[in-house]
Structures are given as C-alpha cells and as structure tokens.
C-alpha cells in the first residue's frame, strides 16, 4: 500500500528537510522505492537549493525536476514574495498534478512544505491550502527550543482545522542547551493527539541514515 506525507515544521530552519530525508531513508531501507519532493524552495546558497538537493539524494527514484520541484526562487524570502519579485505566480494545481505524477512512479512520497504550516504561498492560498489539496496526511517536526509547545499545538489545531490527518510528530533537538527538553517532550506527547515518531538529537554533522534509524515508521502503518 503507498504511503505518501506531507511533512511540516513549527518554523523554518527548524529540521524538516533532514526529517523528510530520514523518512525517505527509512521506507528505503524496507525496500520501498521512495521519492521525496519539495513543492517550493526559496534561497539558493552557492548556486544551489540546498534542501532539493538533500532530497534527491535520499530519493531512490529519479524524475523531472519539474515535478520534484515545481517552483524555486533565489531570494530567501516567504514564497509569494520571491514569487511576485519573479514576475509568477504559485499554482498550487500545478504542484498537486506534480504529486500525483511521483506517486505513479514510487511507492512513497515524501513532501516537505516551506516554512510553517501558514506561510503564505500567493495573495489567496498558504501551505495549508498546498497540503489540503495534495491530500496527504502530514508529519509534523516540532523544534525543540523555547516556545515550541506553543507553536507545537498551534500547528496542529491548524492541521486538524484543514480536515487533514496528523499522522505523527518528529522531536528535533535544535536548541542542545534547552531547558526542561524532557519535560517539554512529555508536554508534547501528552497534547499531540499522534504517535511520536521519535526524537533527534542535536548534532553539527548530520547523519541521514543514522537519524532514519531513529524514527519509528511502523506507528504510521
């Protein structure tokens, strides 16, 4: 059976591109075909969009670039404004068609989302909207610093509020000298209404592989 997310986060910068890259990692190592996908991106560093390439890395599959990455823009600024500084406009049926085209050819999809769950994505729709249309039940990383139980359960009331499924949440050590972490975890787990999928703990040299074997998939099934 496909199993297809949509993964969000509390905030940007906060672990959702090594959390999607873990995932794919994860289904991979059971012997799914994977493909994760990155609707829209913005900020290129060097010539490149860091968090697409991290994400075809972990893909097992490979299509067009059009459709693992609709929409990618220069400037690291919210989406609709890198999108009007570029003369376009996000189309978010264009991304939906995208997402079904990866789920013909793959047996999981991972979509990461841009910044938190309302960043807008044009004058009418934000990344709510984006997951709404996609269908998909949504992941959500929470970074685990001061202020993250707020933004934890605003984030998913919004999510519930769209009709969209919270299948589980991913606890990402951002902040190594938070204070009370364990007590903030158990916070989380006892107001999410979802599995915990696991907890990440900070560290300067990321290992995909090692973090996927940190999450527990099975609770998704």
């Not at 997310?5 to 090594?18: A, E, N």
């Not at 989406?79 to 990866?102: F, S, T, V, W, Y």
Request: with cysteine; proline share 5%.
């Amino acid at each position: 059976m496909p199993q297809n997310y949509f993964v969000t986060g509390t905030d940007t910068g906060i672990g959702k591109t090594i959390v999607s890259c873990a995932l794919l990692s994860a289904y991979s190592a059971r012997g799914n075909a994977v493909i994760g996908m990155k609707p829209v991106v913005t900020g290129r560093v060097c010539g490149e969009w860091a968090d697409v390439k991290a994400i075809v890395a972990a893909s097992s599959v490979a299509a067009p670039m059009e459709w693992v990455n609709p929409y990618a823009f220069i400037p690291p600024i919210s989406p609709h404004l890198a999108a009007k500084q570029a003369g376009m406009e996000i189309d978010i049926e264009i991304i939906r068609q995208a997402c079904c085209n990866l789920q013909k050819i793959s047996d999981v999809v991972v979509v990461e989302g841009v910044g938190g769950i309302m960043v807008p994505l044009n004058d009418r729709n934000d990344v709510a909207d984006m997951a709404f249309a996609l269908g998909l039940p949504v992941i959500l990383v929470v970074g685990m610093r001061l202020g993250c139980l707020n933004h934890a359960l605003i984030t998913a009331k919004i999510i519930q509020a769209y009709g969209l499924k919270l299948a589980g949440w991913v606890a990402n050590q951002v902040d190594p000298q938070m204070n009370s972490f364990d007590e903030n975890l158990h916070t989380l787990k006892q107001r999410l209404n979802c599995p915990l999928l696991g907890v990440l703990p900070f560290e300067r040299n990321v290992s995909i592989r090692n973090f996927s074997t940190l999450l527990d998939i099975t609770t998704l099934e």
